[in-house]
């Protein structure tokens, strides 16, 4: 799969370590360097503000989409490549999923939660066969990970979703995966769920 854009989903804060921060702009770095742009949500704050910049000081391509009404509570960044000002949170996810290849999540709160969850339960419909990624950075979603685990033992995630999503700490490695992900077959997973 050639990755032309990424989608960056990461906290509008910059949280306790200054290590989520540091692996922001580092990923972004990376991209640019990789000739892959970064898509994200367009905050100018926290580690999403270290992804973009990271980006542009490489000579990257970054895309922000933003709704209206968080252009002024996120602090929008003002040195994009482009920025798209949309008017709700569905539509800036919707076009976010459509200018990207593949979806990574770094550290944040509860809405990179939710635009991660929702972009991997797309790909469990169907509904694209692009790479989702977790870079772990200093093992912040460990706990996830266990409970993601818990779910496929109590049989409400089957194993081939499961293995949907892709988990690295190395940010090089994981897009490496991702640039050679291929979406696995789980065609009967309703099927033996009923039984």
């Known amino acids: 799969m050639k990755l032309r854009r990424l989608c960056v989903f990461c906290g509008s804060n910059a949280g ?3 290590d989520y921060v540091a692996a922001g702009r580092a990923l972004g770095r990376m991209l640019a360097g990789q ?3 970064v ?10 503000a270290a992804v973009a910049d990271g980006a542009l000081e490489a ?3 970054v895309v922000g989409v933003i ?3 968080l252009w002024t509570l996120e602090v929008g960044h003002r040195a994009l490549t482009e920025l798209h000002v949309v008017e709700s949170m569905h539509e800036r996810k919707n076009l976010m999923a459509e200018l990207a290849d593949g979806f990574v999540a770094l ?3 509860i809405g990179t939660l939710e635009e991660f969850f929702e972009v991997w339960t797309w790909g469990q419909l169907k ?7 977790l870079l772990n950075v200093g093992g912040y979603f460990d706990r996830l990970l266990d409970f993601l685990g818990q779910m496929v033992a109590e049989r409400f995630l089957h194993n081939g979703h499961h293995a949907m999503m892709l988990v690295d700490a190395d940010p090089a490695r994981l897009v490496e995966r991702m640039a050679a992900y291929q979406a696995p077959e789980v065609e009967r997973w309703f099927d033996r769920a009923r039984t």
């Open 67 to 69: 709704p209206r009404h």
């Open 39 to 48: 898509v994200y949500g367009a905050g100018g704050i926290g580690v999403m």
């Open 107 to 109: 550290p944040g709160g």
């Open 16 to 18: 306790a370590s200054p």
């Open 59 to 61: 000579g990257g391509e």
């Open 35 to 37: 000739g892959i742009g």
């Open 127 to 133: 509904l694209h066969h692009k790479p989702v990624g």
